[in-house]
């Protein structure tokens, strides 16, 4: 009952949170839509609300209080912050609806920690393709070792680290996808392809273990008392089966989009022009570095 209770609380504050995020996102667009032809379309704005949808299903709904009875539920709740609502969020593009002064008095207060060398190289590096495939990697295969996953269910704490985890390595590894030319590296754009194939090996090896083997493998979901009908291995296995069969399906359709717009002559250069202004930028900053040495 207590767990209940702070779940509830819990999942109470998250509503009130995402409920005002989405406010705030559809006046600010509301208010640039008709302003500024330029400004965020209606299909990012409608992506932006339903990722945030999606991540309330996964943290404030009542969907959510049921993980701990259902290994379905657990997964359902992962696929959800991990792989549906980062790319939505990040297409959504909410920078964009900041009024020009807001923006500039924001990336102000954002310089002025980052105008060491040593922040500037972390942020960089939070950025690298590399550190979002190992870390959705690292996050989905630590999280579902039994003896870490039976602590994230037991401990509100480390639950809470748990949800967060997936959902900040989840945008850290579709920031590479979704955002491709805002990437300072020189890899080659078909690399993103690759980027998405070998990220769904780890998910598929999981997934494949958890339909295939013949015993429960998290102990906690052993509950005499079982919903909907299904045993503890029944449940693994459906979960199992959720988790291949969604991330396949949406890798798949990102691939394929990725695909199409590689091989649109617009595209490719709308990803030049964008990539030599980031360059330059880059090189910019290089040649202030080297004054201010100097």
């Avoid at 290994?71 to 020009?100: N, Q, S």
């Avoid at 996808?177 to 020189?186: A, C, G």
């Avoid at 493998?217 to 029944?234: C, D, N």
Wanted: one cysteine or more.
């Amino acid at each position: 009952m207590p767990h209940a209770h702070h779940a509830r609380v819990e999942s109470l504050w998250i509503s009130i949170t995402l409920f005002l995020v989405a406010l705030v996102y559809l006046r600010e667009w509301l208010r640039v839509a008709w302003l500024v032809p330029e400004g965020v379309k209606g299909w990012r704005a409608g992506s932006f609300l339903v990722g945030v949808l999606l991540v309330w299903v996964g943290l404030g709904s009542p969907l959510s209080l049921l993980d701990h009875e259902l290994l379905t539920v657990h997964m359902v709740k992962h696929l959800l912050l991990m792989t549906f609502a980062p790319p939505l969020i990040l297409l959504g593009t909410p920078w964009e609806l900041l009024p020009r002064h807001r923006r500039q008095r924001l990336m102000e207060l954002i310089a002025r920690p980052l105008h060491s060398a040593p922040m500037r190289q972390l942020g960089h590096r939070l950025l690298h393709p590399a550190v979002g495939w190992v870390g959705a990697t690292a996050t989905l295969v630590v999280w579902h070792i039994p003896s870490i996953f039976v602590l994230g269910m037991r401990s509100q704490m480390w639950h809470g680290i748990e949800q967060a985890s997936f959902l900040v390595t989840g945008l850290l590894f579709w920031w590479t996808v979704v955002e491709p030319s805002r990437n300072t590296l020189k890899w080659p754009e078909s690399s993103i392809l690759l980027y998405l194939f070998f990220a769904t090996l780890p998910c598929d090896i999981l997934s494949g273990f958890l339909v295939f083997c013949d015993r429960v493998v998290y102990p906690v979901y052993l509950s005499p008392l079982r919903r909907f009908g299904l045993t503890a291995l029944e449940d693994q296995q459906c979960a199992g089966a959720l988790m291949w069969t969604c991330v396949t399906v949406i890798y798949l359709i990102a691939g394929t989009i990725l695909t199409a717009r590689l091989l649109s002559p617009r595209w490719s250069q709308e990803y030049a022009i964008r990539q030599s202004e980031t360059q330059a930028i880059a090189l910019g900053k290089c040649d202030v570095q080297r004054v201010e040495a100097v």
